[in-house]
């Protein structure tokens, strides 16, 4: 995965500027009141220090559709750009106009990075290390804080410090994003994906997974376009072909889907049982105990997932088998004949696979879908609706020639099967459709057959089991306006279609998406106003008046040095703190990650508030402040620093995540607008213990929300995370019914 890290670690040089950018702001600022007589005018110095916030909140409201319609890279070169022009303009700054206006451009930069390098991120990262990956720009954040505090202490040394001086040298790191996202960053294969642009998206996935095969990866780029969906939770038995005999197979042959092992003729079979899967149960208790509307039966039905894994977190599947799977080998590559016997029987002399087509985007480069012949193929015509065709025990997936056989393991124990169902009408009309199906291993009660460990792809031993729950829905590619037509065959369009005409407001309203929505604009308004940003923007005065230059005295440091020097101190302790909040990411989660560190917030907060009504002396009041500061910003960078963004970043579909997110980062640049506006004027009302008392509160009521209503989304494929929102929302909007 060197390549996905990589291209996230160059992403994030994005939020290394805008750290180091509020950085130097926070310490030049004191010069800056100097030079323009700004000591009467805290209007004007608010201003300046907001102007970039305005400039990030005006650039947020388009930025969604825009990186929609361009997508994510060009939006991060222009945010490059940006970040270089503003610093030259506030390296010129004659008088404060200019730097109102440098300070505006300089918001637009910051706006565009921080919007869309999560969504970068998240895009491009494999599911097993999502979290860690979207933790980076936390790190970087705080390096470029670190830094930047480091040359502002540096400088405020000399005789005479100059804040222009201070403020250009941003121009240095922003050319090295530049060249970055200029030559190294590709696009997001799954914008691609959604442009229809299939061959590139190909590529990209290439070289961030370093192999070859991914075609189970754009099988499931592919199905992550829809929107909404009537999806259902089954329960599916998955053995080997010969364990399943007609004499113990209630089922018929077409509900069954086939699954190919890794190993010349080692089939499975994945089977509908009857009952239901340990995580229906979940679902449907959670929605009936939780009708008093306090936990989320979202949050229960997410957990349930998560409780399969608690050993080894979702790195790994350890149940399932090392499926090749659905992925049959297109081109000229030969194809064992011991794994689809059936397939090669069907395929008549008649038929030309679209795979021995060019590649090109209008024939989806090679199909994602191999065509095999069912009871409805005699009637369809050679032109079908897409390159997508069906069989009845399930779909196979091409690769190009002299590819290996791929895996449909999509992360945390998930596979992505279709199957192809039909009925008759009573005039005998045969019609038939593509069921998606998400399969998840299940273990402990109720497992049919043994639990068994499947260490290096091995296949079980004759006689053994698994049982799998399903999310089970129509795909992406179907569509209702081309079933009205009657066609002969599966309704499949392009996929680029499905996201020709941009984002729909109308999805917005689709029950999943409004309950993401929920989620993601509460976490950013509660992050912003737990007080964390206004915090950082004026640690220097804080800490002032915390009493930080009576500690540093006798090392002949004045108050302001002193100040800049215990940031720079600070900044430093929060890296290795985001560091082992990247490593538990993925492990413990990020649910588990906010409700543990939270609360340490809420202390910090309330020992500031308590040291400053205690009177224990010039020393230990300064000690007691200065270190629940530290704390309080080593733990906010463990958890409530980086899980909203990352979370935003998860639970939208693809094919309105640039929208949601726009609207979660808008959402998030409002807040931290006021709440850094009006430190200033709070400081100088209720001083800074009630500043520290009122965000103490607010932490409070932020811990009762995710514990309450925010899922753990680790490991999970973004588009099985999309799955779930879409279910829980409609059993929450079906429990609301049945009370009324």
Known sequence: MSGAVLVAVAAAIGNLLQGWDNATIAGSILYIKREFLLESQPTVEGLIVAMSLIGATVVTTC??????????????????LLYFVSSLVMLWSPNVYILLFARLLDGLGIGLAVTLVPLYISETAPPEIRGLLNTLPQFTGSAGM??????????????????????????????????????????????????????????????????EDVSGEMALLVEGLGVGGDTAIEEYIIAPVNEL?????????????????????????????????SIGLVSRKGSVANQSGLVDPLVTLFGSVHEKHTETGSMRSTLFPHFGSMFSVGGNQPRNEDWDEESL?????????????GDSDDNLQSPLISRQTTSLDKDIPPTAHSNLSSTRQGSLLHGNAGEPTGSTRIGSGWQLAWKWTEREDPNGNKEGGFKRIYLHQEGGPGLRGSVVSLPGGDIPNEGETVQAAALVSQPALYNKDVMRQQPVGPAMIHPS???????????????????????????????????????????????????????????????????????????????????????LMDISGRRTLLLSTIPVLIASLIILV?????????????????????????????????????????????????????????????????????LPVMLNSVGLSG??????????????????????????????????????????????????
């Open 245 to 277: 005999g007609d004499e113990e197979d209630p089922y018929r042959e077409k509900d069954q889907i086939k699954l190919y092992g890794p190993e010349q003729g080692q089939s499975w079979v994945a089977r509908p049982a009857p009952g239901q899967s």
């Open 610 to 678: 308590l040291g400053s009504f205690v009177d224990l002396g010039s020393t230990a009041n300064a000690s007691i402040s200065t270190i629940s500061v530290i704390v309080y910003f080593c733990f906010f960078v463990m958890g409530f620093g980086p899980i909203p963004n990352i979370l935003c970043a998860e639970i939208f579909p693809t094919r309105v995540r640039g929208l949601c997110i726009a609207i979660c980062a808008l959402t998030f640049w409002i807040c931290d607008i006021i709440v850094t506006y009006t």
């Open 345 to 357: 029987a069907r395929e008549g002399d008649d038929y030309v696979s679209d795979a021995a087509v």
């Open 63 to 80: 930025s969604g559709a825009l990186s929609d319609l361009l997508g994510r890279r060009p939006m991060l070169i222009i945010s490059s």
């Open 146 to 211: 670190f830094l930047s505090y480091c040359m502002v202490f540096g400088m405020s040394l000399t005789k005479a410090p100059s804040w222009r001086l201070m403020l250009g040298v941003l121009s240095i790191p922003s050319v090295v994003y530049f060249a970055l996202t200029l030559f190294f960053l590709p696009e997001s294969p799954r914008w691609l994906v959604s442009k229809g642009r299939m061959l590139e998206a190909k590529k990209v996935l290439q070289r961030l997974r370093g192999r």
């Open 497 to 583: 279609e499905t996201t020709a005409k941009g984002p729909n407001w109308s999805d917005l309203s689709e029950p999943g998406v409004k309950h993401a929505l929920f989620v993601g604009v509460g976490l950013q308004i509660l992050q912003q106003f737990s007080g964390i940003n206004g915090v950082l923007y004026y640690t220097p005065q804080i800490l002032e008046q915390a009493g930080v230059g009576y500690l540093l005295s006798n090392l002949g440091l004045g108050s302001t040095s002193s100040s800049f020097l215990i940031s720079a101190v600070t900044t430093l302790l929060m890296l290795p703190c985001i560091a082992v909040a990247m490593r």
């Open 691 to 740: 500043v520290f008392g009122i965000y103490a509160f607010v932490c409070f009521i932020a811990w009762v929300f995710v514990f309450l209503k925010v899922p753990e989304t680790k490991g999970m494929p973004l588009e099985v995370i999309i799955e779930f929102f879409s279910v829980g929302a409609k059993q929450v909007e079906d429990a609301k019914v049945q009370l009324t």
